[in-house]
């Protein structure tokens, strides 16, 4: 979107989260507070990591719980794709790293996401070679300057953090780890409930008893947006008043995937 690198207050509330509910209470008390009440924080000399990472598997919410806490905290969001900036801007790209960090820091309260934030600091002397290598040193010399970050928090999100250059895993810099797991099946139901929130469900649909039926195994948030999705435009196609969300809809996604639930993992 042109809106790329730019930073805007995102329209994500916490309400439209499903799960979560420990990572939610640690970004509450690491960023939302600090942004909200920084007196507090200065009166009492705490110094808290600034930069955090998120790993787990695709589609579980990084990207969505990183916009929820900006728009709690009603700061500026960044997002940057890490294979982007690698692309984009050959030969240029620490000078976009240090574009982006002053951007942030202009437009502070700020949180800067780096999306697939491993592409950046694939361990060194492999695969990108030097430009890579330069690229990384940069954005270590913008972590570390946390001082001049005031106001700036960074949060990455990877599905490979083992392919990360322990370097940036260092307090300062990505410095607290947070795993954002596949959804349990009650949190299947609350993801179900809070993608349901925008959609015209049939009252009688019990989405929590779905979100724990075994068709749902291993699905993430994403793929029971997908399905959501599906039983939605089937719903408008059958000129119904409103979504049943059932079994059907489930199979009908396995059907489209081929090879089961999960399998969006492999993409
Ligand atoms: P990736 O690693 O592929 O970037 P991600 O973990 O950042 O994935 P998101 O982009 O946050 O995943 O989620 C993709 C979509 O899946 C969301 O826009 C939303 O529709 C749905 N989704 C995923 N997780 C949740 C969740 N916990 N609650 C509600 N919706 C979710």
């Known amino acids: 979107?042109?809106?790329?690198?730019?930073?805007?207050?995102?329209?994500?509330?916490?309400?439209?989260?499903?799960?979560?509910?420990?990572l939610w209470k640690e970004f509450h008390r690491y960023i939302v507070r600090r942004i909200k009440y920084p007196e507090e924080y200065e009166e009492f000399g705490v110094d808290l990591e600034t930069g955090f990472l998120l790993y787990g598997p695709p589609g579980?919410?990084?990207?969505l719980i990183a916009k929820a806490v900006a728009n709690?905290?009603?700061?500026?969001?960044i997002h940057i794709k890490g294979p982007e900036l690698l692309n984009k801007y050959v030969?240029?790209?620490e000078l976009a790293v240090r574009?982006?960090?002053?951007?942030?820091?202009?437009?502070?309260p700020c949180i800067l996401f780096f999306d697939e934030v491993d592409a950046l600091t694939t361990t060194r002397g492999k695969e990108g070679g030097w430009v890579v290598e330069r690229l990384l040193n940069q954005l270590l010399i913008e972590l570390d300057g946390a001082d001049q970050r005031?106001?700036?928090?960074?949060?990455g999100a990877t599905n490979r953090p083992e392919v990360m250059d322990p370097a940036v895993l260092r307090p300062g810099?990505?410095?607290?780890?947070?795993?954002?797991?596949?959804?349990?099946?009650?949190?299947r139901g609350l993801i179900l409930k809070a993608l349901g929130r925008k959609k015209p469900i049939d009252p009688d649909v019990d989405l929590m008893a779905i979100g724990r039926k075994d068709a749902c195994e291993n699905l993430s948030g994403a793929d029971l947006a997908a399905v959501m999705d599906e039983a939605a435009m089937a719903a408008l196609e059958e000129k119904q008043v409103s979504c049943q969300?059932?079994?059907?809809?489930?199979?009908?996604?396995?059907?489209?995937?081929?090879?089961?639930?999960?399998?969006?993992?492999?993409?």
């Open 1 to 22: 979107s042109r809106r790329e690198g730019f930073s805007t207050i995102p329209n994500v509330k916490w309400e439209d989260i499903g799960g979560l509910d420990s």
């Open 60 to 63: 579980c919410g990084k990207t």
């Open 72 to 77: 709690e905290a009603g700061a500026n969001f």
């Open 91 to 93: 030969g240029e790209s």
């Open 99 to 108: 574009t982006i960090f002053g951007r942030a820091r202009t437009c502070s």
């Open 150 to 155: 005031r106001g700036v928090f960074v949060i």
């Open 173 to 187: 810099r990505f410095g607290k780890l947070l795993y954002v797991p596949l959804p349990s099946p009650d949190e």
């Open 245 to 267: 969300m059932n079994e059907d809809a489930v199979d009908a996604l396995e059907k489209k995937q081929g090879s089961g639930p999960g399998s969006s993992d492999a993409k």
